[in-house]
């Protein structure tokens, strides 16, 4: 690893911020970029995940795991949501084929974990794809969202340690990972308010758009609830393994699974908390004319 005679803080940020302003950069521009960034973080991903699970015994299939996100990231960078559910329902029972033919025990772990890997590692971060390409009336795309919620999984990582390092004495999850504690927990969720509502500040004020205060406040909260939460479940699957990280392609954090787990599960949650609330809320109105009716 080339460090370049810098401490382990200095070369986690440098690679943090290298990694950070091409994402970024990936994501404005949007269309081809962004997909040629998120492919190549799903076959790093998917590729870490099996080596983790190799280790505990487990065997998926990696061949059936990238042919599953290869169709998948397809369907959804040209739109055909028709087509998920079919490629999913195909993609599983391939799964179990592999298994089948393949002769490897065990038997069910093996198919469970292609599965996982398939959703985990793939399914879930596609929905970038979807929460970039919203659009509505009042706003031209989601990537204000995007940006949001990237900023407040940033601060919550900021809040987290710094908070925890200083103040942290009650343990969050002992059992899964034993640095974390509840206060830094909580210096994470109010640093993602604060990032989010400064992000809000900006667009409001130098781009004059206002995705509205208390949005950006519900969805600090979402990122960083779901942030933590990714982060924990990621941890759970390593201490099960018996690793300690996903990798080692990335100096000072480990591996793209290490870097990635706080968004792998907020992502998705962001794109239908911004889908149903924020773009698309003819069915609220929908739902309260109905209630009404019942009085």
Not at 43 to 67: A, C, D, Q, R, T
Not at 228 to 243: F, P, T
Request: proline fraction near 2%.
């Amino acid at each position: 690893m080339i460090t370049l005679g810098l401490n382990k803080n200095a070369v986690r940020m440098l690679t943090g911020f290298i990694m950070g302003t091409l994402v970024m950069l990936s994501i404005i521009y949007g269309g081809v970029a962004m997909l040629i960034m998120l492919i190549f973080m799903v076959v790093m991903g998917s590729h870490e995940y099996v080596k983790i699970l190799n280790h505990k015994g487990f065997y998926p299939s990696i061949k059936v795991i990238w042919f599953t996100q290869a169709i998948l990231t397809a369907v959804v960078f040209f739109k055909r949501f028709d087509l998920v559910a079919i490629t999913l329902t195909i993609c599983a029972m391939c799964s179990f084929m592999w298994v089948l033919f393949k002769g490897r025990q065990p038997y069910i772990a093996n198919v469970a974990t292609t599965l996982l890997g398939m959703v985990y590692c793939g399914w879930f971060p596609l929905h970038l794809i979807f929460l970039r390409d919203l659009h509505c009336a009042e706003f031209e795309s989601g990537l204000g969202f995007v940006v949001l919620m990237f900023t407040s999984i940033l601060m919550t990582d900021i809040g987290c340690y710094y908070v925890g390092t200083k103040f942290g004495k009650h343990k969050l999850a002992p059992v899964i990972s034993p640095n974390k504690t509840i206060e830094g927990s909580i210096g994470g969720m109010f640093s993602a308010v604060v990032g989010a509502l400064l992000v809000w500040l900006y667009m409001y004020k130098l781009l004059g758009i206002d995705i509205r205060w208390y949005i950006a406040i519900f969805a600090g909260i979402i990122s960083t609830i779901f942030a933590q939460i990714g982060d924990l479940c990621e941890s759970l699957i390593k201490r099960d393994a018996g690793v300690k990280d996903s990798g080692t392609s990335l100096p000072g954090h480990g591996g793209f699974l290490d870097r990635t787990d706080s968004f792998i599960l907020t992502i998705p949650v962001m794109y239908y908390f911004c889908k149903c609330f924020v773009f698309q809320t003819q069915w609220m109105t929908t739902v309260a004319d109905f209630v009404k009716g019942l009085f």
